[in-house]
């Protein structure tokens, strides 16, 4: 098992379990299963040791049948200013201080929340993060400056989760563009809202608006929630817009996804499978968790999606590529504005309604 990163996934029972990770030059992942339950880990950076996505998380407790999963995407624009060194002389940005100290946050609040089995809850995780980035802050005030600048800036996705009775009860909580995700056998469906001016997953790809809210140091930051349930076998996953930001259209990255596990043999597979896809096309760090619930094996999960697969190929893949193949850029245009007004009713169905003034 390759160490040197934080192990993303966590079982605080201490359960006899195998959590193996491999890594590699900007690339890493890490995996773990149980009965019924299949979890996974991938990260990658543009930079080499400069990646602003900290590792993901995965905490799962065992003999509560409860855990979270959740990415950090420090904010490059805003946080790019110097945070200071590393014992071994690396310089660090903001962003990348801001991800990692939004995450040991984020940890230290599931396990205090769980371990006093109380409810988990939007302003508690807020408190903390407070908290942490503020005296993570603290050795650096005037590193950063200008309106434009935060302190240490990231985005945070999370996915608190319950099993019981044949379903999945989940949490979500966000700040930024970072998203969560339930993936069943009629597709993907998003379950954060983006924090910007628009709720349009074509239009957020297209324009790339500003955040409107934002996880930071020096500024007041809003931690959304919403909740909601599905009967297993399913999948959730949290991932960072490296995954879902540099695709031609929305269902791009569900087709990256379902095309990834249709050629893995196991987990270690699909997270390999993973990595080389989203490198091939993505120009940003990236990073995804991600947790199955209720099949029997890997040859069960992957079997489960086959059918969606073909579908999400026939009906979106291959038009828009055909469309892109061609010289008509008004005609891509409209057949990528078509595809996603075929693809958005399913894939908007459990997405939380923006909220007027948000």
Same mark, same amino acid.
């Given at each position: 098992?390759?160490?040197?990163?934080?192990?993303?996934?966590?079982?605080?029972?201490?359960?006899?379990?195998?959590?193996?990770?491999?890594?590699?030059?900007?690339?890493?992942?890490?995996?773990?299963?149980? &009965? %019924? $339950?299949?979890?996974?880990?991938?990260?990658?950076?543009?930079?080499?040791?400069? %990646?602003?996505?900290?590792?993901?998380?995965?905490?799962h407790r065992?003999?509560?049948?409860?855990?979270?999963?959740?990415?950090?995407?420090?904010?490059?624009?805003?946080?790019?200013?110097?945070?200071?060194?590393?014992?071994? %002389?690396?310089?660090?940005?903001?962003?990348?201080?801001?991800?990692?100290?939004?995450?040991?946050?984020?940890?230290?609040?599931?396990?205090?929340?769980?371990?006093?089995?109380?409810?988990?809850?939007?302003?508690?995780?807020?408190?903390? =993060?407070?908290?942490?980035?503020?005296?993570?802050?603290?050795?650096?005030?005037?590193?950063?400056?200008?309106?434009?600048?935060?302190?240490?800036?990231?985005?945070?996705?999370?996915?608190?989760?319950?099993?019981?009775?044949?379903?999945?009860?989940?949490?979500?909580?966000?700040?930024?563009?970072?998203?969560?995700? $339930?993936?069943?056998?009629?597709?993907?469906?998003?379950?954060?809202?983006?924090?910007?001016?628009?709720?349009?997953?074509?239009?957020?790809?297209?324009?790339?608006?500003?955040?409107?809210? $934002?996880?930071?140091?020096?500024?007041?930051?809003?931690?959304?929630?919403?909740?909601?349930?599905?009967?297993?076998?399913?999948?959730?996953?949290?991932?960072?817009? %490296?995954?879902?930001?540099?695709?031609?259209?929305?269902?791009?990255?569900?087709?990256?996804? $379902? &095309?990834?596990?249709?050629?893995?043999?196991d987990l270690?597979?699909?997270?390999?499978? =993973?990595?080389?896809?989203?490198?091939?096309?993505?120009?940003?760090?990236?990073?995804?968790?991600?947790?199955?619930?209720?099949?029997?094996?890997?040859?069960?999960?992957?079997? &489960?999606?086959?059918?969606?697969?073909?579908?999400?190929?026939?009906?979106?893949?291959?038009?828009?590529?055909a469309a892109?193949?061609?010289?008509?850029?008004?005609?891509?245009?409209?057949?990528?504005?078509?595809?996603?007004?075929?693809?958005?009713?399913?894939?908007?169905? &459990?997405?939380?309604?923006?909220?007027?003034?948000?």
């Amino acid at each position: 098992m390759a160490r040197g990163r934080n192990d993303p996934i966590r079982t605080p029972e201490g359960a006899n379990v195998e959590i193996v990770a491999v890594e590699s030059s900007g690339t890493a992942s890490w995996r773990w299963q149980a &009965r %019924g $339950l299949q979890a996974l880990g991938v990260w990658t950076e543009r930079k080499a040791e400069a %990646g602003e996505d900290a590792e993901p998380l995965l905490i799962h407790r065992k003999h509560l049948a409860e855990g979270l999963i959740a990415v950090f995407d420090g904010a490059g624009g805003a946080g790019s200013g110097s945070a200071g060194l590393t014992p071994d %002389g690396r310089e660090r940005t903001g962003a990348w201080v801001g991800s990692r100290t939004a995450r040991a946050a984020t940890e230290e609040w599931y396990v205090r929340v769980a371990d006093d089995n109380a409810a988990p809850d939007a302003l508690g995780l807020k408190g903390l =993060l407070d908290l942490r980035l503020g005296q993570m802050a603290i050795g650096n005030p005037g590193k950063l400056g200008g309106s434009m600048r935060r302190t240490l800036p990231t985005t945070l996705a999370s996915l608190r989760y319950e099993v019981g009775d044949g379903a999945v009860r989940w949490q979500v909580f966000w700040a930024g563009d970072s998203r969560c995700y $339930l993936l069943e056998e009629s597709g993907l469906q998003q379950l954060s809202l983006d924090d910007a001016d628009s709720a349009d997953a074509l239009t957020l790809l297209v324009e790339d608006p500003p955040m409107t809210n $934002l996880v930071s140091a020096d500024r007041q930051f809003v931690i959304n929630s919403a909740h909601g349930d599905a009967p297993a076998p399913c999948v959730l996953l949290c991932a960072t817009d %490296g995954f879902f930001g540099y695709v031609r259209g929305p269902a791009d990255f569900e087709y990256f996804l $379902l &095309r990834s596990l249709s050629t893995a043999v196991d987990l270690d597979h699909w997270a390999a499978n =993973l990595i080389e896809t989203v490198c091939s096309y993505t120009g940003d760090d990236a990073s995804l968790s991600l947790v199955a619930f209720g099949f029997r094996d890997f040859e069960d999960l992957r079997g &489960r999606y086959a059918a969606r697969l073909g579908q999400v190929r026939a009906e979106f893949w291959e038009p828009l590529r055909a469309a892109e193949s061609g010289t008509d850029r008004e005609g891509f245009v409209a057949a990528r504005k078509g595809s996603w007004e075929r693809y958005r009713s399913g894939y908007e169905r &459990r997405m939380p309604v923006k909220e007027e003034g948000r």
